[in-house]
């Protein structure tokens, strides 16, 4: 996966909770970015970040808040506003975001509603 | 509006056997296209990229095409192994005024059978 951890795996979310995951990157890129995964559709963007304690919404950021307080960190934490936050998650990295970027993809967390 | 559609969405073929994937695009204005390779589990991993001016581009026993004037891509996949099991994604990048945005498919599950 390319230097991008993410965990937990698995999360459960009981209603009204907040929970956040985590995503770590040992890549030294500025960029990082979160995507939602659902089952049948392209991934959708929720938040990136092109450099420390700077971050922008993406296409579907309601209900989601991040940080970027490191420069190795971009944790994603979703909140009771977001009310169909079943899906797989997938952190990613970048050197910058420019034309020809690659993204390199942590192993996604699994996030389901209790 | 920016899309990216794939066909077929998922494909079942026997090990050694060859297969094609489709990607169709309406993004403008057309930066370049990535083919990801996404285990059942697991995060997006790179497979090549195709900018505007070139035609084809191998990995191994991959090889994507590009013809950017009917706006369709293909990846095409030789003598098949039971690893190739996994969804193909297309990416499209479109990049204007400084901005990098990236529009996916949904993706094309293939299932390489012994």
């Known amino acids: 996966d390319g230097g991008i951890t993410q965990s937990p795996k698995y999360l459960f979310r009981k209603e009204g909770q907040n929970v956040t995951l985590s995503c770590e990157q040992n890549?030294?890129?500025?960029?990082m970015y979160w995507y939602r995964q659902d089952p049948g559709q392209g991934l959708r963007l929720i938040y990136y970040?092109?450099?420390?304690?700077?971050?922008q919404k993406g296409d579907i950021a309601e209900g989601y808040s991040v940080s970027r307080e490191k420069k190795e960190s971009f944790p994603l934490t979703v909140t009771s506003a977001q009310k169909n936050p079943t899906a797989f998650y997938l952190c990613?990295?970048?050197?910058?975001?420019?034309?020809?970027?690659?993204?390199?993809f942590g192993s996604g967390t699994q996030l389901s509603v209790l | 509006k920016n899309q990216v559609e794939q066909s077929p969405q998922s494909l079942i073929i026997l090990e050694g056997k060859n297969c094609t994937l489709q990607?169709?695009?309406?993004?403008?204005?057309?930066?370049?296209l990535r083919w990801y390779k996404q285990d059942t589990g697991r995060g997006p991993v790179s497979l090549t990229i195709?900018?505007?001016?070139?035609n084809t581009k191998s990995n191994g026993r991959y090889t994507a095409t590009l013809d950017a004037d009917t706006k369709q891509s293909s990846l095409h996949i030789t003598a098949s192994q039971l690893s190739d099991s996994a969804s193909y994604i297309c990416?499209?990048?479109?990049?204007?005024?400084?901005?990098?945005?990236?529009?996916f498919g949904a993706g094309t599950r293939l299932a390489v059978h012994p």
């Open positions: 990613a990295s970048s050197i910058a975001r420019a034309p020809n970027e690659k993204l390199f």
């Open positions: 890549l030294n890129h500025d960029a």
């Open positions: 970040s092109q450099i420390v304690n700077d971050f």
């Open positions: 990607c169709n695009y309406t993004v403008s204005p057309f930066s370049n």
């Open positions: 195709m900018t505007f001016s070139e």
């Open positions: 990416v499209v990048s479109a990049f204007s005024g400084g901005y990098n945005k990236l529009i």
